[in-house]
């Protein structure tokens, strides 16, 4: 069993618990329900969760696609709903607010966070290096999440903006999570992505393992994208190293193996998911290390924990060997199709001669 069905089928349980509560205080606020009405809600609406999994696993269809994003932006709504509840509780001991107005701008709010996450943006960031013989354009993307509630249109989506900047860039590197590990990945899956005239390289992420890295390995290749796992990339004056994220029995590099990479007349990259390591890989010679896995936190109040929990959470960053980390937020979004507070992101990285 894959590692996001045990998360499914262990959260649901919750999911439904915190689903009943928030439902019988709502309905209590206009229209109050009896409670075999609200259990039978509740049990319905969990099965609307967990029954497209099953099916996604073997094959991908639009109607278990269709629920599982009827699902993911119902989950969103929920915690925000549960915002402004807190809100009118808080609140209104000293002022007299308006329940309908205040519950209206959830789904005001929803239809922008839809639009933002489904528009991909271009952003540019430049950095200064000493070894670096000419400049070089890359363009860094993570966290694809092809899957039930990001199908195809994502890849065409994604193959249309690299076609955009390959006029200008020199190679794309997908730093973890192509894959959302949501649905079965087939072999013409990204084949959308054979248009685009310039090198790309993939390095596995966490959730890239959850329904076959195989499968996604075939699917990349069918593509044309070149796969480091654990192994490394010349091209040009550029050494790419591309570290699978590592958890549990995967074996990893140790640090004699990753420092033997290095390549002293070369820009030495790391493509690494996690924005963790920077500082280590940083001192064994790594002049850039690229990340994503964290989306910026996606949405608020998630961005907020997010600047919490991760050190490095979003965006470029320099230490004081001149070396950089750069976090993007994603191509994709994580189970809820909607941002707020972030961008869905290509970033084209300047590479220019300090």
């Known amino acids: ?26 309905f209590m606020l206009f229209y ?42 119902w989950v969103w709504a ?8 807190i809100i009118i509780y808080a609140a209104g001991y000293f002022f007299n607010l308006n329940l309908t107005v205040l519950l209206l701008i959830v789904p005001l709010i929803g239809v922008y966070a839809y639009h933002k996450a489904h528009k991909l943006v271009v952003n540019e960031k430049t950095l200064k290096l000493d070894n670096l013989n000419k400049e070089v354009n890359i363009a860094h993307l993570s ?11 994502i890849i065409n989506q994604l193959r249309n903006t690299l076609m955009d900047v390959s006029k200008t860039c020199d190679v794309a590197i997908i730093s973890g999570d ?14 959308a992505l054979n248009d685009v005239d310039m090198p790309i ?44 994220y590592s958890f549990g029995d995967i074996e990893t590099p140790t640090f004699e193996e990753l420092k033997s990479e290095i390549k002293s007349d070369k820009t030495n990259i790391i493509i690494y998911h996690v924005p963790q390591e920077w500082s280590k890989h940083s001192k064994m010679g790594f002049d850039i290390q690229l990340s994503g896995h964290t989306h910026g936190g996606q949405f608020y109040p998630v961005k907020w924990i997010a600047e919490i929990v991760f050190k490095y959470n979003m ?3 320099e230490d004081n060997l001149g070396h950089y980390l750069n976090v993007t937020t994603g191509v994709g979004s994580m189970d809820q199709p909607l941002r707020w507070g972030t961008d869905s992101e290509v970033v084209i990285l300047k590479l220019k001669k300090n």
């Open 201 to 244: 390289i993939f390095t596995p992420g966490n959730h890239d393992y959850y329904i076959g890295i195989e499968d996604v390995i075939k699917a990349c290749k069918k593509a044309g994208i070149t796969v480091l796992d654990n192994e490394s990339l010349v091209i040009g004056d550029l050494n790419f190293y591309g570290l699978s």
């Open 78 to 85: 929920l915690l925000m709903f549960f915002m402004v509840i």
């Open 178 to 191: 192509l894959a959302d590990g949501s649905s079965i990945v087939e072999e013409d899956d990204f084949i």
């Open 32 to 73: 109050p329900l009896d409670n075999f009405t609200l259990l039978s809600i509740t049990i319905l609406l969990g099965i609307m969760q967990i029954t497209p999994m099953f099916f996604e696993e073997k094959k991908s269809r639009f109607i278990t696609r269709l629920l599982s994003e009827i699902f993911a932006i």
């Open 315 to 317: 965006g470029l960053f």
């Open 1 to 26: 069993m894959s590692f996001r069905r045990l998360r499914v089928i262990f959260m649901t349980p919750f999911y439904m618990l915190f689903e009943y509560f928030l439902l019988k205080y709502m």
């Open 143 to 153: 966290d694809v999440h092809f899957g039930s509630v990001r199908h195809k249109e």
